[in-house]
């Protein structure tokens, strides 16, 4: 049985607290198994990987190969598709790159209203650069993307299409089989910014047929600076390398450079293999209580607390998408959402308010900050029963 009360003793950062901790989005508590994982290698293994013929190196080299096999089995994809990264900013930026490269004026890209800004910002650099035109798809008052009228934003022109899997403000989950359809039917790479549905949601590469996703390591347990791109063989290969540097080179001469094989050629450097050895160890945490049961749990919470919030006055909440993750984006009338979390934190509750890396989303939602809870799988009624408890005595205060 799932019990969030049993998993909470997994992680030290709940010992001997009373801390609610629902800010799940921008990032993950660790479980001990993860900090165990990265002690243990930089006590027993620490040796540059990929380099080193004694036994340290080696071992080091197992260690960061084995997790990168362990990610390629949480989606369900080939080990020399998995790109380590430091999270989906450099993941993102790495495609707008590399794919921006072959774009010309005429070319569009395609993201949209509800995007982070990690999958905007690269984007208008890459038609700032190249002379594409970037595109936006827009949203319905629920929170989803506009659909009704997918002839005109697919069209012969779209080369790029870069779509969010599952909001981090709203917790839409788009419809990322159907989305790739559309985009494949016009020639166009589609790209999946996955950092929230790889945290929350079962994620199968060969069932969503995208031809990347991005996701990063500490939204799902694991260390910071680590993260992950996917992408399809045939498209790596093509692809021109992000950064140069040791370690994706084959040859190296006075007049030029020839590339190591995938995923190497995308790995520049020493990479952060403590933390890939921590997302390794996460990966085997999640997966030892099933990606189904976490997406479960996360949206039976969420509709827990839907409905006590719908029945509090004076409560604005975002979206109201029918496929929907465990988010929730509110405004409160008559107090600032800075001035709520500050009287939150004193009763030891975190959430996340601003514009949570959305601007273009706030601005389409008329806002220019929201508070927001978000979820993950040592939250449980009781979390969210202290937050409106809290809530409706910050709420009598104005």
Known sequence: MFSPSKIKKDFPIFTDSNLVYLDNAATSQKPQAVLDAVDSLYKEANANVHRALYSLGSEATERFENSRKKVANFINANSKEIIFTSGTTESINLLA?????????????????????????????????????????????????????????????????????????????????????????????????????????????????????????????????????????????????????????????????????????????????????????????????????????EKTLLNYALNKMNHMDGIRIHGSAKDRGGVISFNVDGIHPHDLAQFLNEDNIAIRVGHHCAQPLLKTLGESATARLSFYIYNDENDVDKFCDSLKTIMGYF
């Open 97 to 297: 790159r590399s794919l921006g490269n072959t774009l010309k004026s005429g070319d569009e890209i395609l993201i949209s209203e509800m995007e982070h800004h990690s999958n905007i910002v690269p984007w208008q650099l890459a038609a700032k650069r190249t002379g594409a035109t970037l595109r936006y798809l827009s949203i319905k008052k629920t929170g989803e993307l506009d659909l009704s009228e997918p002839e005109k934003y697919f069209t012969k022109k779209t080369k790029i299409v870069s779509l969010t899997h599952m909001s981090n403000v709203l917790g839409t989950i788009n419809p990322i089989k159907g989305l790739a359809k559309l985009a494949h039917n016009v020639g166009a790479i589609f790209i999946v910014d996955g950092a929230q549905g790889a945290s929350h949601l079962p994620v199968n590469m060969k069932e969503l047929d995208c031809d990347f996703y991005a996701f990063s390591g500490h939204k799902m347990l694991g260390p910071t600076g680590i993260g992950v791109l996917w992408g399809k063989t045939k498209l790596l290969e093509e692809m021109e390398p992000f950064m140069g540097g040791g370690e994706m080179i084959n040859t190296v001469s006075m007049e030029s450079s020839t590339w190591n094989d995938i995923p190497y050629k995308f790995e520049a450097g020493t990479p952060n293999f403590a933390q890939a050895v921590g997302l390794g160890a996460a990966i085997d945490y999640l997966e030892n209580i099933g990606m189904e049961a976490i997406e479960l749990h």
